[in-house]
């Protein structure tokens, strides 16, 4: 059974950096796009980065692009999302996805993590 598990939240001040990271196990990703999405209290789930485990083509929505970088480590099976430069409308909680599509619109995900609580004080 595949499992996504996220780590590495917190608070941290405006302009300051967190590195989320999604351990992922119990399947066969090579197949897959994986990426990050975020909420925030009283929003929708958002996207925000995707990369294809295969062949490391990545895509960002445009709030986190030259801030945000994504990355994978397909020998450990580990998603990461570097986020610099941070804004409290980056406040949400980051959730890890893993799906056949991730995008802004029309993303079909198979699985989910938990969630990671991200907090940018002002």
């Known amino acids: 059974q595949v499992q996504l598990v996220e780590s590495g939240g917190g608070l941290v001040q405006a302009g300051g950096s967190l590195r989320l990271s999604c351990a992922a196990s119990?399947?066969?990703?090579?197949?897959?796009?994986m990426g990050w999405f975020r909420q925030a209290p009283g929003k929708e789930r958002e996207f925000v980065a995707a990369i294809s485990w295969s062949m490391n083509l990545k895509q960002y929505t445009d709030s986190v692009k030259g801030r945000f970088t994504i990355s994978r480590d397909t020998a450990k099976n580990t998603l990461s999302l570097q986020m610099n430069s941070l804004k409290p409308e980056d406040t949400a909680v980051y959730y890890c996805?893993?799906?056949?599509?991730?995008?802004?619109?029309?993303?079909?995900?198979?699985?989910w993590g938990q969630g990671t609580q991200v907090t940018v004080s002002s």
């Open positions: 119990g399947g066969t990703f090579s197949r897959y796009i």
């Open positions: 996805a893993a799906g056949p599509r991730l995008a802004a619109t029309g993303s079909v995900i198979e699985y």
